[in-house]
């Protein structure tokens, strides 16, 4: 027998340390603390990005259904419509803060085209009736082109400019713009 293959190298073993694979306990704490400080800096990011969203959502649903109106006075040859309303279906009476609106046709078949309903906690405001004319034109009581304003606003401080106002200009010419106001967080 030969000497390497005896007893006393059977009792000798090969000891491989293999490391042990994962994250230590210290690697793990720092990848959590660099993530709480990513998540501490993009929440309130993120929020205003949420919010700026909504008022330009709502303010674009404003300018689809003033624009609809319009089409609409022209495909029907008819007066069109869009008026501040509380229950989504008629038109309010009086002045008032828009939680909603309705867009109809007006005279002796009067029918609803479209209803909208502003979501809480935007609000909208300011705003005339509109008429829309079978030429297509919104004309003020004097029978002048209609300059009128709607403002659509987030009652908070995220983004800074929390108001988009919507003009209907020489009676038929739509635009938006961001607006800041002049107390922030609130709405006129």
Same mark, same amino acid.
């Given at each position: 027998?030969?000497?390497?293959?005896?007893?006393?190298?059977?009792?000798?073993? @090969?000891?491989?340390?293999?490391?042990?694979? /994962?994250?230590?306990? @210290?690697?793990?704490?720092?990848?959590?603390?660099?993530?709480?400080?990513?998540?501490?800096?993009?929440?309130?990011?993120?929020?205003?990005?949420?919010? +700026?969203?909504?008022?330009?959502?709502?303010?674009?649903?404003?300018?689809? #259904?003033?624009?609809?109106?319009?089409?609409?006075?022209?495909?029907?040859?008819?007066?069109?419509?869009?008026?501040?309303?509380? #229950?989504?279906?008629?038109?309010?009476?009086?002045?008032?803060?828009?939680?909603?609106?309705?867009?109809?046709?007006? +005279?002796?078949?009067?029918?609803? @085209?479209?209803?909208?309903?502003?979501?809480?906690?935007?609000?909208?405001?300011? /705003? #005339?009736? @509109? #008429?829309?004319?079978?030429?297509?034109?919104?004309?003020?009581?004097? /029978?002048?082109?209609?300059?009128?304003?709607?403002?659509?606003?987030?009652?908070?401080?995220?983004?800074?400019?929390?108001?988009?106002?919507?003009?209907?200009?020489?009676?038929?010419?739509?635009?938006?713009?961001?607006?800041?106001?002049?107390?922030? +967080?609130?709405?006129?």
């Amino acid at each position: 027998m030969h000497p390497s293959h005896g007893p006393s190298c059977r009792r000798r073993r @090969i000891r491989v340390h293999a490391r042990a694979e /994962g994250f230590s306990l @210290i690697e793990l704490m720092v990848t959590l603390s660099v993530l709480a400080i990513i998540i501490a800096l993009a929440v309130p990011n993120f929020s205003g990005v949420v919010n +700026g969203s909504r008022l330009t959502t709502q303010a674009n649903q404003l300018v689809g #259904d003033i624009q609809l109106a319009r089409s609409e006075a022209l495909r029907r040859n008819r007066t069109v419509r869009l008026c501040r309303s509380t #229950d989504g279906a008629t038109c309010a009476a009086g002045s008032g803060n828009w939680s909603g609106w309705v867009v109809t046709l007006t +005279g002796a078949n009067p029918e609803l @085209i479209r209803s909208t309903m502003v979501k809480a906690p935007l609000q909208v405001s300011g /705003g #005339d009736t @509109i #008429d829309f004319r079978a030429d297509g034109m919104a004309r003020n009581s004097t /029978g002048g082109l209609l300059n009128t304003t709607f403002v659509v606003c987030s009652p908070n401080r995220r983004p800074a400019e929390n108001l988009r106002e919507v003009d209907l200009a020489s009676g038929s010419r739509v635009s938006v713009t961001a607006a800041t106001h002049s107390t922030p +967080g609130e709405c006129p």
